[in-house]
Structure formats: structure tokens, C-alpha cells
């Protein structure tokens, strides 16, 4: 089915009125309650096309890039930290979380779309001793050593070489960013963690300019040391 009711639709989503269905996502790396559909974003957050009829062509003819790869699919699921380029332009964007809208892009340059943060979400023993980490975008990459990832730390990727640049572990003095809940677009320094019963429970406090948010800890992506490692402004 590639139509969604819009009831049963996320409230944060740019709906137009008037209409009783829209684009529905197709499984992917995010799900649908933290996506929006690739054609949507085209029309309603990049405002590159009009119509979601002109959205299917533009991807029919390659013109988009979600992650460093040419996808085609007007459904396919976009989210925080996604790099969308657009390939007759040159413009590059980032897809971050908003306290308002849930979810927004920035323009970026260079360089900067060649990285992106993804948190490791599990590990999966592998014959050799070699150790898998599966990230919460639904990509994975093979390691030697894995004592040096901890579940929910993030990685910085290099998505034109398809290996690790950096790792940043949770630990309180770090720089995060909510990407999930009420609080979502919110970063700051982590100052604090409340250990409970389950790890991904854990209550943390981030300071973001002043104002300190609480959250769980398996709302938050850890993006930076002393200041985010990719812009979130």
C-alpha cells in the first residue's frame, strides 16, 4: 500500500488540507513515527518541486542523492542526520531534528556531507572474531576490535570511504543531541546520567543554553567532545 490515512499519520508531518491521504514510507532506515517520505521533503521542506508528480520525476531522473546514493523511491524514509544532495545543483543538506517541526534540513558545504553521526545500537559476533556494529540508520560495519565502540556511543562515518573517522562514548562532559521525544532538536552538554534497571531507560540531563533538559538516554545521539563534530544550527 503506498497511501497512508492522514489520521494515522505523524502530527509533526506538512500536510496539505483538504486531503484524506498521503505518502506512506516505505520500510527503511527510520520508521515512520522519525521519517518523512522523500518525496515529502522534495516538496515541503526543500520546496524543489510543487507537486509529489514531480517529485517521482525528479528521482526517476537521478537527480537526488540521500547518504551519497542516488535513490529513486519517492517514498523512501528520511531522517535526523540523513546528507540529501541535489545533483544538478551541487546543494548539499542535512536533516536535523527541530523542537517545533520535529524534523528540518540545513544547507551545508563541502566537505561536511561526507560524514555523518550514527550511534551503535548493538553488536553482532561474526566468524574470525571480527564484530559487527549495527547502527541506528539500519547500516552496519565490520570491525577488529570492538572493546573500543560502546552500544549507544556514536560513530563518525565517512560515507565516501565507508569507514569510522571518530568515536564519541557517552560520558557526561560530552556534546549531545535529542533526537527523539518532546524535547527532540534540543543539544547541549551532557551533564549528568541516572543509571536505571535497562541502560536505554537511563534518565540524562543536557544543558542547552542554560535550560537543562531531561530525557531518556535512548532518546539521545552523542555528537560531539566539546562541540558537535557536524553543524546542528
Known sequence: MTHLRRSMAPGWWPLEKGYSWTVKPNPGPHSVSESLPLGLVLRDLLGYVTTLQE?????????????????????????AMDVIELVPTGELFRVLPDPVKF????????????????????????????????????????????????????VLFSLREGKILDYIPVKPGNYALIFRGSNAGR??????IIQTMRRR?????????????????DHVLMIGRDSPLVRVN
Do not use: C, W
Not at 551519497?68 to 528520511?78: A, E, K, L, N, S
Not at 572474531?129 to 576490535?145: A, E, H, P, S
Open 201 to 217: 531507560e537511563a534518565i540524562v540531563s543536557i544543558n542547552s543554553e542554560g535550560i537543562e533538559y531531561r530525557t531518556v538516554l
Open 187 to 192: 543539544h547541549g552538554v551532557l551533564k549528568s
Open 103 to 154: 524534523l528540518r534540513v540545513i544547507q551545508i558545504q563541502g566537505e561536511e556531507a561526507n560524514v555523518k553521526l550514527r550511534r551503535v545500537e548493538n553488536k553482532t559476533s561474526m566468524k574470525g572474531g571480527k564484530v559487527q556494529l549495527n547502527f541506528n540508520d539500519g547500516t552496519n560495519v565490520v570491525v577488529d576490535d570492538a572493546k573500543d565502540y560502546g552500544t549507544l556511543g556514536s
Open 55 to 79: 517529485a517521482r520525476r525528479v528521482l526517476g531522473a537521478n537527480y537526488v542523492k540521500v547518504d551519497g546514493r542516488i535513490r529513486r523511491d519517492y517514498q523512501y524514509p528520511v531522517g
